[in-house]
């Protein structure tokens, strides 16, 4: 076996719910869409240790926001004198999966600490053939 001289360790170090949102909506005679959002933060951080001595070669923090999005439209009105009242609704949500955000967050701090490490001259590598 050979040794092993950098160790590569790292974890979600944040997540945060609800840094932005927000929305707007519009009604004429009770009729109208909607649409709001929401906003999460997760951060990612990765360090690159030297085993020797225990010297933090690299340390690197990325962050990736995560989307939720709604649209929806509504009717609400008053029927007969307003003995009644008819409300009806529709909509959609999309959220970006958290999973894949997370993934996306650490393939980036990947490439940050790759790049880090070039330019410190830890080491070197080549790009793609053209």
Sequence with gaps: MLFAGVLIEGGITGYDSNTLTGGMGARYLGIGPS?????????????????????????????????STG??????????????????ESGTT???????AVRTAIEQCVLEMVKEGERKGIWHYKGEAS
Excluded at 42 to 60: A, Y
Excluded at 94 to 100: F, G, I, K, T
């Design 71 to 88: 649209d929806h439209i509504s009717m609400f009105r008053f029927i007969d004198m307003g003995t009644k009242a008819l409300e009806i």
């Design 94 to 100: 999309a959220n970006e999966p958290v999973n894949y």
């Design 35 to 67: 649409t709001k959002y929401t906003q999460d933060v997760v951060t990612v951080s990765m360090r690159l240790t030297s085993v020797q001595n225990g010297e933090v070669l690299i340390n690197v923090s990325v962050t990736k926001t995560i989307v």
